[in-house]
């Protein structure tokens, strides 16, 4: 692979001490194209030794002088150009370095930002013994070098982990694809893979994908996890939780995961039209599952079937009433939101004296819900509406669930600790 180098010249003290270390720099990086980043200055100073010295014998090279030797942003530009240039001609970043041993100290910052931005290959420094004026003395000189993909992928990495503490997992993976491709350390590429596999699993459980969500976490349970990030308890009570709602799907557990998901899609996320719409199913399910835990539906398959009540199982007195929800075409009795909870109401059961409560503040949540885009309505829901009808709900919640605060607690999502 044809390799490049880009290197500021500076002064020294003759001249030529400071072109000795840059000839150490490139014999040591032997490049077959190089760019000198110079001023004014050290055209006439430094520029001539290094001219003369056969280690740019068969090798390509060009001069740029810059504009002002005091003004990084000027600098930096002028290096990103060069370096540009030479990825034109066929030369790869990760093939190129950049020496920013000397010059002014804009200099060397211009370079080394122009270098990480353009995702070089390496930024070379040279060190030595110091003698007199704190300058490194001839003979001592050994260039050190630096990745700035190592910089840019650890920059990337915590970004990743930014976004999956916001529970913006399909960034976080695009964002954990990208410095992927920067930096291949078998370390790095473990915590990496764990990031990802961690980011899989709560998408899947964020949309409801519950047997896939936990078939991934005990995939995780052979990652090792940092330490440092403090989630490996949360993800064993995620596991835990992950299982009682993939076998069975009515149970408390289920309930407070629905008000979760509302809450990570209004508070966060902003979204209050997605979040109404969990927060109208979680109250749909409340009802269900007072139902089924009543028996009161029938089995299709070995399964509850939640539009199929089974008229059968109800009072006498309760048979009749209910009876005129059966649809003539399949026969099947499907109860409305409202007509679940007032049967609920008619056998004396908690969810339906909530609902039925106050049933002003009921038929407001409902218009609040029916009104929404993602209902009947062309009204997008404001966050004001939202809390409204999150606080109803979690109110609600908390009255019919066992243990709603300890439940809560263990099916919150993990966040890494940074």
Request: hydrophobic share 35%; glycine share 4%; charged share 30%.
């Amino acid at each position: 692979m044809k390799k490049a180098m880009i290197i500021t010249v500076g002064t020294g003290r003759t001249g030529k001490d400071i072109a000795h270390a840059i000839c150490v720099s490139i014999k040591q990086q032997n490049p077959d194209n190089i760019v000198f980043i110079k001023t004014n200055k050290t055209d006439d100073t430094t520029m001539p030794f290094i001219r003369q010295d056969t280690i740019l014998e068969e090798k390509q090279y060009e001069e740029i002088e810059i504009s002002d030797p005091n003004d990084v942003e000027k600098i930096a530009d002028e290096c990103q150009q060069a370096i540009t240039a030479l990825s034109k001609k066929g030369y790869d970043l990760q093939d190129m370095v950049a020496d920013y041993t000397s010059g002014t100290k804009a200099m060397s910052a211009g370079l080394t930002i122009a270098a990480i931005k353009c995702n070089v290959g390496a930024l070379v420094y040279v060190a030595g013994d110091r003698g007199e004026g704190g300058r490194v003395m001839s003979g001592t000189e050994r260039p050190i070098a630096l990745q700035p993909n190592r910089i840019i992928a650890d920059s990337l990495f915590q970004d990743a982990i930014r976004l999956f503490n916001i529970y913006q997992y399909d960034a976080c993976l695009e964002t954990l694809m990208k410095a992927r491709k920067i930096l291949a350390d078998p370390a790095f590429i473990d915590r990496m893979n764990t990031l990802e596999t961690l980011s899989k699993a709560y998408m899947s459980w964020d949309k409801f994908q519950i047997n896939e969500s936990f078939n991934l976490l005990k995939e995780s349970k052979r990652e090792k996890l940092p330490q440092e990030w403090g989630i490996e308890s949360q993800i064993k009570n995620n596991r835990q939780v992950l299982y009682k709602e993939r076998e069975n799907k009515f149970c408390e557990e289920r309930m407070v995961d629905l008000l979760e998901n509302a809450r990570r899609r209004g508070e966060v996320e902003k979204k209050f039209d997605d979040a109404i719409a969990r927060l109208y199913r979680l109250c749909e399910y409340i009802a269900q599952f007072h139902i089924s835990q009543k028996n009161l539906y029938r089995e299709k398959d070995s399964e509850v079937d939640t539009s199929d009540l089974d008229l059968s199982n109800l009072p006498a007195n309760l048979q009749e009433k209910y009876r005129r929800y059966r649809n003539p075409k399949d026969g099947k009795v499907k109860l409305s939101l409202h007509a679940s909870y007032d049967l609920l109401f008619d056998l004396d059961e908690l969810p339906g004296k909530y609902f039925f409560e106050d049933e002003n503040k009921t038929k407001k949540f409902l218009g609040l819900r029916n009104n929404s885009i993602l209902a009947h309505g062309f009204n997008p829901v404001s966050e004001k509406v939202y809390k409204e009808m999150f606080i109803f709900m979690e109110d609600f919640v908390k009255k019919v669930a066992g243990n709603f605060a300890y439940i809560r607690d263990r099916i919150k999502f993990p966040l890494i600790e940074r």
